[in-house]
């Protein structure tokens, strides 16, 4: 009897999966597995919001598993060690899983290799699990990876993707091989109140619904910031419950700038993925160094708690925080604002943001949230690093009705816009009747302090 191993990490579903597709076409039995390992906690995953999400679509994948005839394994410990040790166990002949090009996954895989080519085992790693173009495939001339977006995007647009595969019909596993319990979202701690559930069999659902409707208005909404008209498939694609291939597949792009918006965006996915893959480093160094002289958290005590807390005396950043605390998610234009706020308006070191977002955000990713903190911060792949947005400006553009601030600051419930942007211009009385700060920075001498920080940092540099 033939017995492969199906490797499950950041691919948690049964629809377009190649590794289960594969090992099932040459195996008798398979044994799909999945291992908590600490280190990868210890790395910084064991965010309360991710871990709940992630116990929700191990339960779904158990479920979706069971429906064909098999069930999940899972395993603690040091994933090297537990797959060796399953396919002791269940006298397995080779191992499947998906590539994951971060430094962490590269070295892992080195080991996990290494470890079962002694005991007479094969790894066979799949591209295209987690990603729509692997990272590495789609290259410049000149270099090992792309640096600017526009010309990544044409490269990546040409690529002729691979056909989804569908979920197998039966997944014999062999019974022989035992699991620990599955993780319950209800034993984990600090969990985010408003946090979405998570799960393949909810995604998919989600999925449909989005591509059936709001879809077709997504380029025009995308930045409307009460109406919430993004997608929320981010956690879906993090865990792998949803193919980035499949959903570019469903997706039409002649059918108008709607889809074609939606695309664009999943190219950004894959864009920061092959920057991050070629560029370890940019997890937590500069890309491109500007020389900042950042404050730090001794200097800027006050000003990083007023950030996390959403009371920093500007609504609209504010409204955005405590939506990020609430439900472990933000909107993309709340994620911009806030982190220019941060880096540019507090001149607060974008690391010290990345690291709060990533303590939260149910969806958090390092590539993803590194390389956009980097973004915003004007050390990554921006081709206009000095930008500066401006919360105001933007508050009255993309909430101009002041919808979003009144659902997420109740303090101010009770204001209509344009006061509701800016409550401190409120007369005398009016302003004491709300219990809401002042803001804790003027938006023109922080602007002055950017500038003026950003050219003594060129300077020096020279
Ligand atoms: C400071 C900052 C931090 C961020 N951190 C993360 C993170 O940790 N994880 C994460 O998935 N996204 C991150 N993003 C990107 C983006 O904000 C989220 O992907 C998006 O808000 C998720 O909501 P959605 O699924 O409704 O997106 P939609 O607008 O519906 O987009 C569809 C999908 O495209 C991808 N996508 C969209 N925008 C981006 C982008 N700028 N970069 C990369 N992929 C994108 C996501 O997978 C998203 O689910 C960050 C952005 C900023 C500015």
Not at 90 to 118: F, I, K, P, T, Y
Not at 131 to 140: D, E, L, R, Y
Not at 296 to 313: F, L, N, V, Y
């Amino acid at each position: 009897m033939t017995i492969s191993i199906v490797l499950f990490t950041s691919d948690l579903r049964v629809h377009d999966h190649p590794p289960l597709r594969a090992a099932l076409r040459g195996a008798d039995a398979v044994v799909p597995l999945f291992v908590r390992d600490p280190a990868v906690d210890a790395a910084g995953f064991a965010a309360p919001n991710r871990l709940a999400f992630l116990a929700d679509c191990l339960s779904d994948l158990d479920a979706n598993l069971r429906a064909r005839g098999g069930r999940l394994i899972v395993r603690r410990g040091d994933l090297v060690d537990e797959v060796c040790r399953v396919a002791a166990e269940a006298h397995a002949d080779e191992v499947h899983m998906a590539a994951d090009h971060s430094s962490h996954a590269h070295r892992r895989e080195g080991r996990l290799r290494r470890a079962l080519q002694a005991q007479g085992l094969r790894l066979f790693v799949h591209e295209t699990v987690r990603t729509a173009v692997a990272p590495g495939s789609v290259t410049p001339a000149s270099s090992d990876h792309f640096a600017v977006f526009t010309p990544y995007f044409q490269r990546w647009s040409q690529q002729v993707l691979r056909e989804p595969l569908a979920a197998p019909r039966a997944v014999p596993v062999p019974d022989a091989v035992g699991s620990e319990a599955l993780p319950a979202r209800g034993d984990i701690a600090d969990v985010s109140p408003g946090l979405a559930e998570g799960g393949e069999s909810l995604g998919r659902r989600q999925a449909t619904d989005w591509l059936r409707t709001e879809v077709s208005t997504y380029d025009d909404r995308h930045d409307d910031l009460p109406g919430d008209a993004t997608s929320r498939l981010s956690p879906h694609l993090h865990f792998g419950t949803l193919s980035a291939v499949e959903l570019l597949h469903r997706l039409r792009p002649e059918h108008g700038p709607g889809p074609a918006a939606f695309v664009r965006q999943l190219a950004w996915r894959d864009f920061h993925q092959q920057v991050l893959a070629a560029r370890p480093s940019a997890a937590f160094s500069d890309y491109r160094s500007r020389h900042d002289a950042w404050r730090g958290t001794a200097e800027a005590h006050d000003d990083i708690e007023a950030w996390k807390q959403g009371r920093t005396g500007y609504p609209v950043i504010d409204a955005a925080m405590r939506q990020l605390a609430h439900e472990g998610w933000m909107h993309n234009r709340g994620r911009l604002l806030t982190a220019s706020f941060l880096t540019k308006t507090l001149y607060v070191d974008w690391r010290i943001g990345a690291r709060h977002f990533l303590s939260l955000l149910v969806d958090g990713d390092v590539a993803n949230n590194q390389l956009n903190w980097q973004w915003m911060a004007g050390t990554g792949t921006d081709t206009r690093p000095n930008r500066v947005l401006n919360p105001l400006t933007q508050a009255k553009r993309h909430d101009p009705d002041g919808d979003y601030v009144r659902r997420w600051v109740p303090e101010l419930e009770g204001l209509r816009a344009p006061a509701v942007h800016e409550p401190w211009k409120l007369p005398g009385l009016d302003r004491a009747a709300i219990d809401y700060p002042d803001p804790i920075v003027d938006l023109a001498d922080a602007r002055d302090r950017f500038q003026r920080s950003r050219e003594h940092a060129r300077g020096g540099a020279r």
